[in-house]
């Protein structure tokens, strides 16, 4: 019987359990489209690595010393006597000598084909015919010939037979395109390919090679991996070619892992959020049928029977949720897939494990959010079938203000902790302490929502007449109601408002920090990985003006066992363009040298003219002696090295900027060094405002990229004022009706739902961007130390947000009060 009675409440109340739905199909969507991108995207890596080096037995490479891979081969390549001493090993077949390195092609319209700065990598081989398939033409011959692959000719709109500009880490030099190679799906990546002489001049160095591969000719991969191992000088090791093949495979299923984990997050709050609806939805349809359920109870009906009839209904707007949200969840992976240009062509995968989730996601959050009024249904006496006025009970607010106050604090306590550095895990305690204060502030919200409704409504009240006075009553009437509507408003602008603060703070960081340290009158630095060459240096140096141009490199070093990041270059330069201040010694070291800020000197116990014993990417060990300490710069970090101790054990020095001081710094010089290095498409002249411009694109393509994520928070929380609104207005139908019996016109109900939705909304920005506030305030106190040393507040920002939760406010008041005015008013006034 129960069961019909569930069937029938569905299709009574379909309307209303469909804008529930709404909430359930955004979250739900969210996790499935994450889950089916990443898994696109994974089998994407594994056809990629499954084609690359199938016929790889053994890969002979550098010993890793320090930094990653890339910086152990391009320090210590490997000898091309040991390609010939491997030629003669038992079972090698078909050794061959591989050069990597950066390599990038000019395009048509003069600019570097592909993205330079933090996107696909820009390759660069020899071409042995190894790994990729010739599409047309023939292999490079000789220094002035070269082959790219063909996505990156149509790019470039090049063509066999072009001559184009080359960039690498040595001068440009221009080149003739004799062949198009295709690479398959390489997810973006660029490939430029020369003859093995000219790579190994233009990318390692002559008689080099970064590794060398090899097949077999009948031995296992593990029994000619041992043979050609007993083969190999000092500082090469051999590798199984299954194992080199999961190497790779690791660091991008360490990426992906992270991408997924990352878009979870922002699915799980979508989520949250959507449990506030659902859950306010049920609480209203349970209230709405209080009179409906008692009749139940007086027929016989168990309270068990009440309860699993209402949970029934929950499952049912689940499932259809869930299998809407799949639905969805495809096309969000497919319009993420579309996001990521070539990365993304390889089509949709669909597995098991985004179907699983969707549906327990969905079903689960549903069930557990309508439990609480599933609960309280079956509480329902069956005396009250006889009653005019039953109401459900309601719980006193002074329980529910001290769980509430607990949780907030409890939350603080928890980001405060986390924030410190607390555990192994920071960000646990973190999302625990912001879930916390989430929930704490729901609960509390009934007691805020009474003053601050007050003061919003006073305004409609005096100015919108009747309508104003009325839209303030109901607001108030439900306290409870009303704030677990905007409570969902509020999770999602929260957190918007916390990550533009965020935003804010570091540009006004940044603009801090570039006014406090920046002392160089410009900066030439190279976009990617070609750096700037020494033909580039001596124009910059000749160019009139300029007074000196001292390079610097970055690098990586091992101190004390552990791998660190190190800045080299002419260090009385160094510490001008930083405007370094000194706390001990001075600048003037010599040929050996090494400064640190006081962080660092303090932390190791150095003081001035102490050694230190530092490992190169060469395997070599040179104690420097330590000059002096400066404190701490955000601009050129924690280390300095001399220029001498750095070439001394570098293969081949690339240099990423020079510093230049000018006699005068005005435009003309700028426009000097611009016409000066116009030649070089991957090279920029910066001064002061460019800097601050380009971290403020930056960070604004950070802002953007977070609040995108962060608005289907939003949007569900708008259906969530719908679907309170339109609940409300069948709720007070009887009501209705006698305001439109007495003079109401259907102009001032309309008026007056919409001034109560934007009152609902605009009290949920207010204390979302409140809390928001509070955690932006606490992020940017905790992250001091890290260059976040100004606290900013966008108000602009704020204030348009606040607009737009008055406008999501009219918007989500358009169908409730278009259904109102058109009421009946006789059969409104008759309703029970």
């Excluded at 101790?645 to 000097?672: E, F, N, W, Y």
């Excluded at 604004?700 to 259906?719: E, N, P, R």
């Excluded at 109560?756 to 509070?774: D, K, N, R, T, Y």
Aim: net charge positive.
């Amino acid at each position: 019987m129960m069961g019909r009675v569930t069937l029938r409440n569905l299709a009574a109340h379909k309307i209303r359990l469909v804008l529930t739905a709404v909430a359930v199909i955004l979250g739900v969507a969210f996790v499935a489209g994450t889950l089916i991108f990443t898994d696109s995207m994974n089998k994407q890596f594994d056809e990629l690595f499954s084609k690359i080096g199938t016929n790889v037995a053994v890969d002979v490479r550098a010993t890793k010393v320090v930094g990653g891979d890339d910086d152990g081969m391009a320090a210590r390549p490997v000898p091309a006597a040991v390609l010939k001493a491997l030629e003669g090993v038992e079972g090698v077949k078909d050794p061959k000598g591989n050069v990597t390195g950066y390599a990038a092609v000019v395009g048509k319209d003069g600019k570097v084909v592909g993205t330079p700065q933090n996107g696909p990598p820009q390759i660069g081989v020899n071409w042995n015919g190894g790994t990729y398939e010739m599409a047309s033409g023939r292999a490079p011959q000789g220094p002035g010939e070269v082959v790219i692959d063909a996505k990156t000719a149509e790019k470039g709109g090049l063509a066999l037979g072009d001559v184009t500009q080359v960039i690498t880490a040595g001068p440009p030099a221009r080149m003739k395109i004799v062949g198009l190679v295709d690479t398959g799906n390489l997810m973006g990546a660029t490939v430029t390919g020369f003859d093995t002489a000219t790579a190994q001049k233009l990318m390692l160095k002559p008689g080099y090679f970064s590794d060398i591969e090899m097949g077999s000719a009948g031995p296992s991969q593990q029994e000619l991996r041992d043979r050609v191992a007993k083969m190999l000088p000092q500082g090469v090791e051999a590798v199984t070619g299954d194992q080199l093949r999961e190497e790779s495979k690791s660091d991008i299923a360490q990426m992906m892992s992270f991408f997924r984990t990352f878009l979870l997050v922002f699915a799980l709050i979508s989520i949250f959020v959507g449990a506030f609806i659902i859950f306010n939805t049920f609480s209203m349809l349970v209230a709405q049928r209080t009179r409906e359920l008692a009749l139940l109870r007086a027929i016989g009906a168990a309270r068990g029977q009440v309860t699993r009839a209402v949970i029934g209904e929950a499952v049912a707007v689940g499932v259809v949720g869930s299998t809407l949200g799949l639905a969805a969840g495809a096309g969000l992976a497919s319009l993420l897939q579309s996001q990521m240009g070539d990365a993304g062509q390889g089509g949709l995968t669909f597995t098991a494990t985004p179907v699983i989730w969707s549906y327990a996601v969905g079903i689960v959050v549903t069930v557990v959010s309508a439990y609480f009024p599933a609960r309280r249904a079956a509480k329902i006496p069956p005396v009250a079938a006889m009653r005019d006025d039953v109401a459900l009970p309601q719980r006193s607010l002074r329980i529910r203000v001290a769980l509430g106050s607990l949780l907030t604090l409890a939350g603080a306590g928890l980001i405060g902790v986390g924030l410190a550095g607390g555990g192994d895990n920071p960000a646990l305690p973190v999302g625990a302490g912001a879930f916390g204060v989430f929930v704490g502030v729901a609960m509390l919200a009934p007691v805020i929502s009474v003053p601050v409704l007050k003061v919003l409504g006073a305004p409609f009240a005096r100015l919108m007449g009747s309508p104003g006075r009325l839209a303030r009553q109901n607001a108030l009437r439900n306290p409870r109601r009303t704030a677990a509507t905007a409570a969902a408003l509020m999770i999602g602008l929260a957190l918007i408002t916390t990550v533009n603060v965020l935003g804010a703070t570091m540009r006004a960081s940044i603009d801090e920090q570039v006014d406090a340290q920046f002392g160089a009158d410009y900066l030439v630095q190279s976009q990617g990985a070609g750096g700037v060459n020494a033909e580039a240096q001596q124009r910059i140096r000749d160019t009139p003006g300029v007074v000196a141009a001292s390079p610097t490199y970055d690098a990586k070093a091992e101190i004390k066992g552990k791998d660190v990041h190190y800045v080299a270059g002419d260090l009385p330069a160094l510490a001008k363009a930083a405007k370094l201040k000194m706390v001990s010694g001075s600048t003037a070291g010599g040929p050996s040298s090494i400064m640190v800020d006081e962080d660092t000197a303090k932390e190791q116990g150095w003081k001035v003219g102490t050694a230190v014993p530092v490992r190169f990417t060469d395997g070599k060990t040179e104690n420097l002696t330590l000059s002096g300490v400066y404190t701490k710069s955000d601009l050129v970090g924690p280390r300095l090295i001399s220029q001498q101790a750095h070439l001394q054990h570098t293969l081949r020095p690339t240099v990423g900027i020079v510093v230049v001081d000018a006699a005068q710094a005005d435009a003309a010089t700028k426009s000097a060094l611009e016409s000066a290095v116009r030649a070089y498409p991957n090279l920029e002249v910066a001064d002061q405002s460019t800097l601050k411009d380009d971290a403020r694109k930056q960070v604004d393509g950070f802002v953007t990229f977070l609040t995108i994520l962060l608005i289907m928070s939003v949007i569900i929380a708008a259906v969530g004022v719908v679907n309170t609104l339109a609940l409300s207005v069948i709720e007070r139908t009887r009501e209705i009706g006698l305001l439109r019996a007495i003079g109401i016109s259907r102009r001032q109900l309309r008026r007056m739902i919409r001034l109560e939705s934007i009152m609902i909304a605009v009290f949920g920005a207010v204390l979302g961007m409140g809390i928001g506030v509070a955690f932006g305030a606490a992020l940017q106190n905790a992250l001091a130390d890290q260059g976040l040393g100004v606290l900013a507040v966008p108000y602009g920002t704020l204030g348009v947000y606040l607009v737009v939760a008055a406008v999501i406010g009219v918007l989500a008041a358009l169908w409730p009060a278009w259904r109102a005015g058109r009421m009946d008013v006789l059969k409104a006034i008759s309703t029970e």
